[in-house]
């Protein structure tokens, strides 16, 4: 099984960046996946997470309007579009597939600034 995030970067406030998450080694379809992210010095906590059977999205109060999570089952691929982002959504962003068990990807740094 593996979960490899991809697409974090360095951005100015109110730039947009696009992560994704390509993953392999389990039936991508049948699993709800989520983005999670971490600050330093904080909890890791839970922004997005889209549905395995209609791909209904759920967000964050935080992130609400700013970010779109969306899922490719073809390509085994999820996504993160993160929209007029903010210094304090600097942060490891992760993703995480969940069914009866759940798996973690390694993470990928997004930070925001000037």
């Known amino acids: 099984v593996q979960l490899v995030e991809s697409g974090g970067g360095l951005v100015q406030p109110g730039g947009s960046l696009r992560l994704s998450c390509a993953a392999s080694?389990?039936?991508?379809?049948?699993?709800?996946m989520s983005w999670y992210r971490q600050a330093p010095g904080k909890e890791r906590e839970w922004v997005a997470q889209?549905?395995?059977?209609?791909?209904?999205?759920n967000y964050a109060d935080s992130v609400k309007g700013r970010f779109t999570i969306s899922r490719d089952n073809a390509k085994m691929t999820l996504y993160l579009q993160m929209n007029s982002l903010r210094p304090d959504d600097t942060a490891v962003y992760y993703c995480?597939?969940?069914?009866?068990?759940?798996?973690w990807g390694q993470g990928t740094q997004v930070t925001v600034s000037s």
């Open positions: 080694g389990f039936t991508f379809r049948l699993y709800v």
């Open positions: 995480r597939a969940t069914r009866s068990t759940g798996y």
């Open positions: 889209i549905t395995s059977d209609d791909g209904k999205p």
